[in-house]
């Protein structure tokens, strides 16, 4: 016990350096050390410590000994030392980032004018038409305007119009009343008038879309999978991610692939060790 003592104080070995001394132990070149040690032992035993007043033969048993000492002590240290950054490493998750890049639609409002004409109306004296003309804006038009007027009016007394929106039809109506009779109870003239609906509305036209990058960082360990959850961005369909892995000392992998917002990664094609899927807005990678 003081012996393997002896040797973990030259090797500076902790408590935690237990596996390391182990493996130098039962290296090749420390058993034959061992082996040399234990004839050191044995020699200094079986040499007498003067013999005809020489000291040779004693001083060339403790030598070997110490030597053989030395050798182990060396060998231990050397498997601790090659141990430790392995150990740091360990210690040291990979970082990782991850950029999804979106294809974000961007909308333009655009306001449309419309006309439309319901055709002339004829009237006697006296009497009364009652025309009215539709439009139907298309569907996502909003901020509509609508006016009624009357136009190519001839021998009209008296005319009424206004306009009204439901839903995404535009409706105009109107009445226009003819002129009086004579005195003698005659129709000097039949008149006419066409009722006309014009106005506005605005809608929204998609222009070129953007690209979005959406970034997520954090860590991993390699060997192992982690499922990273990709914020969406709202109106947009991604279209290419990016994954960094890296070291303390700096970038150690990298992948980029296409992705289909509908059906996840559409090729898989990756640079190096990194390995990954993509599905309901997750994104699973390992790194080997």
């Not at 007043?53 to 030597?67: D, E, R, T, Y």
């Not at 021998?155 to 009343?177: D, E, L, P, R």
């Not at 296409?258 to 390995?275: A, Y």
Request: proline residues 6%.
């Amino acid at each position: 016990m003081q012996l393997i003592s002896s040797v973990l104080l030259l090797a500076g070995a902790g408590p935690t350096d237990v596996s390391p001394i182990l493996k130098a132990v039962t290296d090749p070149f420390s058993l034959l050390a061992l082996i040399v040690l234990v004839l050191g032992l044995i020699a200094t035993r079986w040499v007498p410590r003067k013999q005809d007043g020489k000291m040779g033969p004693h001083i060339v048993a403790l030598s070997i000994l110490v030597a053989s000492i030395l050798v182990i002590a060396l060998n231990i240290m050397r498997y601790i030392n090659t141990a430790k950054p392995q150990a740091e490493e360990a210690q040291h998750p990979l970082s990782i980032t991850i950029n999804i890049t979106s294809d974000k639609k961007t909308l333009t409002p655009t306001i449309v004018p419309f006309q439309v004409g319901g055709g002339l109306v004829n009237f006697g004296c006296e009497d009364t038409a009652h025309p009215a003309v539709t439009y139907t804006v298309p569907n996502g038009a909003h901020d509509v305007t609508a006016v009624a007027e009357w136009r190519n009016t001839d021998h009209a007394k008296g005319q009424t119009q206004f306009a009204t929106v439901a839903g995404n039809m535009v409706i105009a109506s109107g009445t226009i009343t003819g002129e009086d009779r004579n005195w003698v109870r005659k129709c000097p003239a039949s008149g006419h008038g066409e009722l006309v609906l014009r106005g506005t509305y605005t809608i929204d036209q998609e222009k070129e879309p953007v690209q979005v990058v959406n970034t997520v960082a954090g860590f991993i360990a390699a060997g192992k999978e982690e499922t990273f959850a990709i914020p969406g961005v709202a109106g947009s369909n991604a279209t290419r991610c990016e994954i960094v892995v890296s070291s303390t000392a700096g970038e150690i992998a990298s992948a980029t692939v296409p992705l289909n917002s509908r059906v996840g990664v559409e090729k898989p094609k990756f640079d190096g060790p990194i390995k990954a899927s993509w599905a309901k807005g997750k994104l699973t990678v390992s790194v080997d």
